[in-house]
């Protein structure tokens, strides 16, 4: 694949595989060519969550917090004030976010970094930090904070290893134009639900399928992922988001089969919902 060995780890995903780290020669920036300003040296699992968690901060434009576990966003906002972001993304499952990797589009301030007290983290991202919020963070002995580079756009095709050989795809991305989605029923959203929705959209590319999100104000208050139906990643959104989710907007990274999911979310206080159709039973689900 042409990469350049960097390192080699502890160890892998687990403490009996051994692992390395390679980048890319042709690309200067992503968390393998991250900068570590502070902080024990890193492990497999945390490349792949903090990864993770730039891939998600670098789909937005507005300023975005991200807190991810295990891979997927457990925490997500977007505000012009960046404590205000950092709050919501971490009290949007602030169980899960213990022990989670925080990721922030914006230099990190020393307002966010005092917000930060109190919850462990094993790694912060971000495109730079202020000096204070520097110092503040580095009197955390296991937090590793990392400095990236944006990769200017540029990015490989995706390769997944399979058994005799391997896949090969170009990588998610996609300009999305809401004035093109369809209204497919009678009410048609307000301009609120609309952003949400948005919102729920793109949070919902970045959680393994079959993933829900339950977004308001543009926080992420809910999400299942990874489940093998439906609508049972709906009753984990549900779970997640308890009283939040009343008056959220769901979004779906594929078709509902079935109108079980559109009732569960309509019984949760959801109001809208968007999803991409396809299902033969289009005309019953909506």
């Known amino acids: 694949l042409g990469y350049s ?13 051994a692992a390395s780290l390679y980048v890319d020669p042709l690309l200067n920036g992503g968390i393998g060519n991250a900068q570590q300003l502070h902080g024990p040296d890193l492990g497999f699992n945390n490349i792949l969550d903090a990864d993770a968690a730039w891939r998600i901060i670098s789909d937005f434009d507005d300023q975005a917090v991200v807190v991810i576990k295990h891979n997927n966003p457990c925490g997500l906002a977007v505000h ?46 971000a495109p730079s930090y202020e000096p204070d919020a520097l110092a503040l963070l580095r009197k955390r002995n296991k937090l590793r904070v990392l400095q990236v580079a944006s990769t200017g756009g540029q990015a490989g095709p995706e390769v997944r290893l399979i058994s005799g050989g391997a896949l090969f795809q170009t990588t998610d991305t996609i300009e999305e134009d809401p004035t093109a989605w369809k209204v497919v029923t009678e009410r048609k959203p307000t301009e609120p639900e609309l952003d949400n929705m948005a919102f729920a959209w793109k949070a919902a590319k970045h959680i393994k399928s ?37 008056g959220s907007a769901l979004a779906s990274d594929a ?3 079935f109108p079980d999911s559109i009732k569960l979310a309509a019984e949760g206080g959801v109001t809208a919902i968007i999803q991409p159709g396809g299902s033969i039973r289009d005309a019953e689900v909506i």
């Open 5 to 17: 060995k960097v390192n080699d780890l502890r160890y892998g995903e687990n403490p009996h595989q």
């Open 80 to 125: 012009s004030d960046q404590e205000t972001a950092y709050l919501r993304a971490f009290e949007g499952d602030s169980v899960s976010a213990y022990g989670g990797i925080v990721g922030f589009n914006r230099p990190v301030n020393v307002v966010t970094a005092q917000a930060m007290r109190g919850v462990f983290y094993e790694v912060a991202v």
């Open 210 to 246: 079959n993933a829900i999100v339950l977004a308001k104000d543009s926080t992420m208050v809910g999400m299942g992922a990874g489940q093998p139906n439906r609508v049972a990643s709906v009753h984990l959104a549900f779970r997640i988001a308890e009283d939040k989710a009343s």
């Open 255 to 257: 078709f509902f089969p």
